[in-house]
């Protein structure tokens, strides 16, 4: 079992940056590939980012390619997302998620979440 807990949403001014936080505790967090969600207000869940268990490979959704940032430390159990030249249109609740199974695109190839974090951005 893996537990997840996200921390550094927030209101941000279009432009500005925020770098988010997925602590992980429970089974060894290195050997699961780790992504990031995130679902705007009457849209699906789309994955934004993800990292395998190995730091070998990323992957980033065409929107944020260039601005954001996706990493993790295995030694402190912890992920992140570093979001720079924010757009208001990266308005959502973010969440974490952890798998087995390599990246994936889907919601139901990741078997843990977090709970989400809400990050907004003023125009």
């Known amino acids: 079992q893996v537990q997840l807990v996200e921390s550094g949403g927030g209101l941000v001014q279009a432009g500005g940056s925020l770098r988010l936080s997925c602590a992980a505790s429970?089974?060894?967090?290195?050997?699961?590939?780790m992504g990031w969600f995130r679902q705007a207000p009457g849209k699906e869940r789309d994955l934004v980012a993800a990292i395998t268990w190995s730091v070998g490979t990323t992957y980033y959704t065409d929107s944020v390619k260039g601005r954001f940032t996706i990493s993790r430390d295995n030694a402190k159990n912890t992920l992140y997302l570093q979001m720079n030249s924010l757009k208001p249109e990266d308005t959502a609740v973010y969440y974490c998620?952890?798998?087995?199974?390599?990246?994936?695109?889907?919601?139901?190839?990741?078997?843990?979440w977090g709970q989400g974090t809400q990050v907004t951005v003023s125009s």
């Open positions: 998620a952890a798998g087995t199974r390599g990246i994936g695109m889907r919601q139901d190839h990741y078997e843990y």
């Open positions: 429970g089974r060894t967090f290195s050997r699961y590939a």
